[in-house]
Every structure is written in C-alpha cells, then in structure tokens.
C-alpha cells in the first residue's frame, strides 16, 4: 500500500494552540514533504513548523518539541524560535517504527508522525508454547454450556427486517445483544456479520440491525463487550463503569485464567455459536466488525475460531501488549504494568501473550482481513498495530491515516465497510 521514497516526507496536523493571555487563537502546523508519511530506516525527516494567528504567519514565538519512538525513548525537548511564521525540526529513526513529534506551547499541544518501513516491525515476543493447548481448553469447557438462545422482539425502523433482544448463555456473563434477521428469508441464503464494541460499559446498539438489510440482506448481531441488560438508562451503565466494572481492564492480568478478556472473547465464540446455528446462515461468510477494544475482538475472533471468513478491525486495541521487550510502545488495554523501577510485571508480561493480537494473528485463517491504522494515535500506537497487521499471514489490507488520532475517519469508515461489503459479495459468487 505504501510507496518508498528516498526524498524527505511531508504531512500536515493542524491544531488549534490557545494562548495563555486573552491573545487571539493560534493555529500551529506540522509537515514533512511526504504525504505518506512513510520513510526508509535511516532516513531524515524534516519537519516544519507553521504558526499563525488570525491567519497570518505569527512574528516570533517558541514552541517546544519532543522526537520519541512512538512514545518511548522520548529525546531531550528542543525549543525552536518561530521566525515570520516558521521553524524546522530534523529527526530520524534507525529501524522500523515511528517517529512521534511532539510539539507544545502553553497548555496546548500538536502531533505528527512518520513511519519507518513499519511493514517490517516483528513480534517483540513469540507465540506461547501452549498457547493453542489453552485455549482449546477454555472452548471446551464453553462447549459444555448448552446453547440456548432467548430472543425478544423489538421494535425496528428498518422495513423487511426482524428485530430481537437477544440473550444467550455461556460460561459466565451471557452474550447480550440485537439481532437482526430479513424477513422471510429462504434456509442457508444469508452471510452473518458480528458487530463487537469499542472500550467502556454500555449495552448493544440497537442501530446496527440495518445491516441486516445490506447486500440483499444479512445476519447483524451486536453484541455489548460484557454481558449486560442492553436498553437500559444511562445511570444504570454509569454505575457498573463506576462500580462492578470499573478498570475492568486490567482485572485477572496476572492469572491467565482469571484474566477479563477470556470472559469477553469466549462470548465471541458463543455469539459465533449463534450466528452459524441459524437455519438462514449460508454456511461460508461470517465477518466480525469493531474499532479500538472491537478491533481487539475481531482479531481475537479470527484467531480463535475457523468459522470467521473475514474480519475489519478499525485502529485496534490489544497489539503488542509485549512490546517492551523489543524496546517499543505497547497499545491499550496495557495489561502490563511496570514496577518502581519502570520494569514490567513479570507474571503480568506472561499473562498478556495469551491475549495478543500479535498472536491471534498468527492463527487467523479467514479469506482476509482489513485493519486501519491512526499514524498519531497514542491510545493504540501505529507501532503496535503494524505489529499484529504484519503477523497476519492472510489476504490483507490497511488503510492508513497520517493525520487521525484513535479514531476512524470517514474515509478509514468506509474503508471497512467496502471491504466487509466485497467480502460479501466475492463469497456469493459460484
């Protein structure tokens, strides 16, 4: 997807810096003459640095800038002088990665990365060996709870479409979510779609149902990440984010049996258990669908069960929880924490590689998948995410965005959509 150029890069990040008396706004920019953003190893980067006020170039200023690794690393600060509007800055990186910017003044602040042959980036640690061995263990004992699905139906703007709170038992927590199912469809003539959930306590989106009525209809399911009453008032969400669930993230991170995420992606597992047992089911297309903490479950998903043909994950979370151990930046949920001394837990270190989407990667086998990647996303670092992209051994693409933070842009939204859409499509086809 990326094109290598020997000639400096350039890109932009426009952000607005608030100035510290009643003084107008300033607006700060960063660029590079490459609109990819994308460099060889070794390789100079050169930044410019744009400030203006009421859109004219600013007189003089200072800014304060910070090169890291993506985060780590983080290099001496650098205070350059804006003269008529303008300053540089010169970095580089000796091996795949990221170079973050860092640029401040006041309380305000601006980010701009480049990437480094992040095609290449390895896995910091490798597969467990047992790996395969436990969680062939834990869908075992899943296998032991009976599938028994209760649906009630709800209201639906979508025409031709039916519409289910849907309930399903598995080993702790229940799968919780929507169902939407075409009208009258004939047996074994539908592909399903998993739609799974972004970080934070809320119950399912009654709005992905329209699915169901995309590419002459499908099977929409979307399911909450954690097993709870959906429909409810916010108090009710509000009070488990603060209560029951409250930094959820990083329970169970030193015993791999107790570790939150297991609950999560085995309700994957029985969701995918529902989907494949619907009479309407084609049998062959079943596609799992999220961002962030949903990307994480989709990665998950393909690497846990064969039935997944596709997956899109938008900005994953759950990359390179190992990362440390290769020097680099790990991505959220950071699992791992570090001690006094900034040295990962070591029982925590081992826990994480058992909930990795570096290694679910490895064990993917779907027809493809689409990923997308925020180049100044500090939630879920680029470094990460190219970590668990390159250890997928399958068709695959990923759309980059250079200036987006954690989030999917319009165009990275569509990118997933187009590509769950083709994978349809490609599926029906003799």
Known sequence: MFRQKSSLCLFALVCSLQAQTAAPVLTLKAATDHQDAIYKTGETATFTIE?????????EGKVVCVLSKDGVQPQPPQTLNIKDGKATLIGKLDEPGFLLLRATSGKASALAAAGYEPLLLKPSMPVPEDFDAFWAAQKAELAKVPLKPTLTPVQTAVKGVDAFDLQVECLGRPVSGYFGRPKNAKPKSLPAILHVHGAGVRGSNPGSVFWAANEGGMLSLDINAHGIPNGKPKEFYDALAAGELKDYRAVGNKDRQQCYFKGMFLRL???????????????????????????????????????????CAGVPAGCDHTGSQANRIAGWPKIVPNDAEGKPDAAALQVSRYFDCVNFATRAKCKGAAVTVGFIDTTCPPTSVYAAYNALTIPKEIHADVLAGHTNTPAASKFMQEAAFRHVRAMKKP
């Open 51 to 59: 400030a203006s006020q009421d859109g004219k170039p600013l007189a």
């Open 269 to 311: 597992i029985r969701a995918i258990d529902f989907l494949t047992a619907q009479p309407e089911w084609d049998g062959k297309t079943l596609i799992v669908y999220g961002s962030s903490q949903g990307g994480f479950q989709a990665f998950a998903a393909a690497g846990l069960d064969e039935r997944v043909s596709f997956f």
